[in-house]
């Protein structure tokens, strides 16, 4: 998003005022590209890298602020929550050794950030999503402090009727409804940036929106979401449900959401996608209106197109279209926002290497591809990409199919290189970068696919907190080394937990996976459910997920002393607790604790804003005990 200052509450005047900027900046582009303004022949490549702030527990740590403090504005700027920072690269002409270069200076920024942030308790990650987040983390006290962040919640929250849903079905199926915008700042990207001439525009980025499914299906590394087994890359779902703004009719219309890949090709300039998104979509925010740009070309000065850029940053299409000064020149270029961060940084730009080298060489071996494709089938290739990685298949150019792995490794490595080396690029460079993606491809082994994989083994016999913790704390290992993914070895629980933070609160503690009843359930449902999966005390929900009491199995021993044909006419609501002891998920454990032991209760029903999401028992206490002391007995 554009970084100008905004109008925090702006009022019908300054809207019509901002409107009229957009459009006055529309017609002064439009004179721009008529008259050859627009940078021209130069073939400029950048990358913005967003990463996850953790504390030593690997939870996320609202720290953003603290470390910008002693960061270089000039590469390091704040992103909507605070526990994300994005760093943005130099950007570098597309020759020589431009991605070794891009992989120095992105190595350089990360080790200054994890030095700054290990002075202040706080470590980098690198992933699509993290794995450790829960919703907890996403209140709006995580919410950076910025002005233009409180209005997009206000104007978005406004929209959506006050809640965010979220359905993803994946290897789990995750159904979330939040009270604010907080679900976005769950995905951080790689994106990548491609200078493009006016005139060649349109067919280049109709290309991009080719090239994204293949590049997609290469690189997936947000497989997990909120504890749960999604999409290979889980953040194309989670980030267009999260910023879909649309009242309920405009729904039932099909009107476009502000995060898509589009409808249809580009058949004139990037003209036609700002009118599109200007037609469609209203501003959320503003700011004061600028010199006329079109007194500004009368002049010979180069407009900043500040109304267009910042409406522009508030549509979120898979490809953006940008518009930008360097070094006093203005230039069009196409924000590929399709690839997660990390596993690496290597792989990461192994990944830039495969798509650039694809815009090069296709744009001269596919010629226009709105030729030769259906958008439906772009689009299409797209979704299976971020549904099912490499085990995706294509309908590719011509009408033809391939699995995603073949299509990579048959056609379009050799197609990359070849743009790559014709381009100029160092072939020490070439074969180093396409090398980790070929080994990827050929190994099966994806960000998403190592993810999927350790989780698996690590099997059920573990808690799901640790299971996740121990995915973060591997990434975070091997990140710092730059092992390209496909030799990590798969996460392991360790056999002890090495830190009692781990469990400091009771959301890190509880148990999610819940067995319940509902108050007019017979007694004999209750009672199996115990017997079958080995409970001492099952919550009573509503349907809404509303807790309404506890059944103890001291209480239903009662009961079932009075003979087993009796219980079959005693219902749930006549025996259980109807004011059961709760906690809260932030409840600390050790509070948690104290209070099991003075009121002299087996368990703790975990209830935030009056529905239930989780249970601590004496059983999850003597296991992180056990595992506390064990540790403190090694250490001693």
Known sequence: ?????????????????????????????????????????VRRIGAEQEMFLVDRTLQPANKAIELLEDLPPSHFVTELAQFNLEANLTPLPLSGTSFSEMETELLRLLALAREVGARKGTQIVLCGILPTLDKSHLGLESLTPIPRYKQLNRIMTEQRGGKFQALIKGLDELQTVHDNVMLEACNTSFQLHYQADAQEFARLYNLAQVVVAPLLAAGPNSPVLLKHRLWHETRVALFQQSLDTRAEHKVERGVRQRVSFGDRWVKGSILEIFRDDIARFRSLITAASDESPLEMLDRGE????????????????????????TDGKPHLRIECRVLPAGPTVRDEVANAAFFYGLMIALDTEYGDVSLRMPFDDAKANFVAAARYGLHARFRWLDGKSYG?????????????????????????????????????????????????????????????????????????KYQESNLPVHQWELAQVPAASGDSDSYRTVSQLMTTDLFTVHHDDIVDLAASLMEWEHLRHVPVEDHEGRLLGLVTHRALMRVMTRGRAASGHVTVGEIMDKDPVTVGPETSTLAAIELMRTRKIGSLPVVKEGRLVGIITEHDVFEISGKLLENWLKGS
Request: hydrophobic content about 40%; proline content about 4%; overall charge positive.
């Open 404 to 476: 995603a792995d073949e299509l990579i490794l048959k056609l379009l490595l050799p197609a990359a290189r070849k743009g790559l080396l014709a381009r100029g690029v160092d072939k020490t460079d070439v074969d180093t970068y396409l090398g980790v993606l070929e080994a990827r491809v050929q190994s099966g082994r994806t960000g998403a696919q190592w993810a999927f994989d350790s989780l698996a083994a690590m099997g059920e016999g573990t808690r799901i907190a640790d299971r996740y913790r121990a995915l973060t704390a591997s990434m975070a």
């Open 302 to 325: 180069v407009p900043p197109l500040k109304a267009l850029r910042l409406h522009n940053g508030t549509v979120y299409r898979w490809n953006r279209p940008c518009y930008g000064i």
């Open 1 to 41: 998003m554009a970084k100008e200052e905004i109008s925090t509450l702006p009022d019908d005047a300054q809207r019509r005022n901002f409107v009229r900027s957009m459009l006055e900046d529309v017609r002064a582009l439009e004179r721009m590209i008529d008259e050859g303004w627009i940078e021209k022949g």
